[in-house]
């Protein structure tokens, strides 16, 4: 198995997702880069900067990639159309590179000076006033009250929910979440996520995986336990949706399962 290097922490999540999967179609392939480029259009260099995260490829190269390799190239197209709407939005930029430091024995000692009790009360009835207000903010709004979710989180979510934040996703063992999916003017949502792109195969966690769970459910397609992470159970029930919906059955949530879902 090839030995790869790592991928630029500034690259896009999205188009992380379809480097990651070329990478892993290529090493149970079992070609090198020579080989791909002996079957298909693309010379090696290319290859190389497709799969470092440096270039995107371009739809052809996928489907070459997945021609030579003998898969269906339905999966990854689907995720080359996400990434490509994620790098036309601005390819990644280089991070900027820091100052040296300079050492301590360069810096001369500040002069002193007197200590004066202004600024400090200044700043201890600044911060009082804060906890003041901080605390009335949270008896009106009572975010240990009124929540939709099950579990030690439930707090948390619907005080982050009141000041308009997506709390991070952290599953814990045996938790699962209550959904309360509404309809409005473009479509059902269940208050999780708004997402229309988001991949969501196999062992995929997150809000976005909540909110596909609440609406198969919704439209009557068991996803067994609310918890946020994609397994055979979820994807069953995609795949039931996706039959239905006479879309390509592959158990995986793209965007045009979304909008079966949304619809």
Known sequence: MSRWKGLPASLDQRVRQLVVQLRRLKDHSGLSLASLAAKTAYSRSSWER???GKKLPPREAVEALARVCGTDPTRLLALHE???QAWEAGPPQPEAELPEAVPPEAVPPAPARRRGPGTRGLVALGALALLVVAGAVLLLVRPWQDDGAAGPDRGVEAA???RGAVPAFTHRAGETYACHVRRTGD???AGRSRTATA????G???WEAVEAQCLLRHRGYDPGPVDGIVGENTMRAAKRLQQAAGLP???IVGPDTWKALRR
């Open 204 to 206: 995929t966690s997150g």
């Open 199 to 202: 991949i969501l195969g196999n």
């Open 249 to 251: 059955v592959d158990g």
């Open 82 to 84: 996400v990434a490509a």
């Open 50 to 52: 497709y799969l470092n």
């Open 160 to 162: 982050a929910r009141a």
């Open 187 to 189: 479509g059902l949502y």
